[in-house]
């Protein structure tokens, strides 16, 4: 008995967190690629903590590389086809008719929450996928990835 009521209370206080990540990436297609590849052979998923993110108020951080995977990187640039009708290119590159490099910013209307989509695939087939939602714009963003920081 006691145990199905910590159980209960555990879940009762999770419910909030997992309905928050949930509702990150809502609407966008990109969520399934982490969704379908974030468990495959020759693949890195990164979610950051709340402790690592507080300091660029960055509300969420998700990142995926995939080492040389045709099927995907065509999955890939068909979500951020989709994605990047409703987001403002900052930056786009193409070669041969492909994505090869993206910085997408999603913004709501009466929302301080800016949506950040970062692509890039290297000339060795390595694609990287990057997701990153928080009250910064995107000189912040640029800031903190292109400022370096001595540990």
Not at 21 to 40: M, P, S, W
Not at 113 to 124: D, G, P, S
Request: proline share 2%; charged share 30%.
């Amino acid at each position: 008995m006691k145990r199905n009521l910590l159980l209960l209370l555990a879940f009762m206080f999770l419910c909030p967190v997992i309905s928050e990540a949930a509702k990150t990436q809502e609407n966008l297609k990109i969520k399934d690629v982490f969704r379908i590849y974030g468990k495959h052979k020759n693949v890195v998923m990164v979610e950051l903590s709340n402790e690592m993110i507080d300091m660029y108020d960055i509300t969420f951080y998700r990142s995926i590389t995939i080492k040389n995977d045709p099927e995907a990187l065509e999955f890939i640039r068909k979500c951020l086809e989709a994605d990047q009708k409703n987001a403002r290119k900052i930056k786009e590159v193409t070669d041969d008719g492909g994505i090869i490099s993206a910085y997408y910013q999603i913004s709501e209307k009466d929302s301080p929450v800016n949506r950040f989509i970062l692509f890039k695939v290297n000339q060795k087939g390595v694609i990287t996928l990057i997701y990153i939602e928080g009250e910064l714009d995107s000189d912040d963003l640029i800031t903190i990835l292109f400022t370096k920081k001595d540990l």
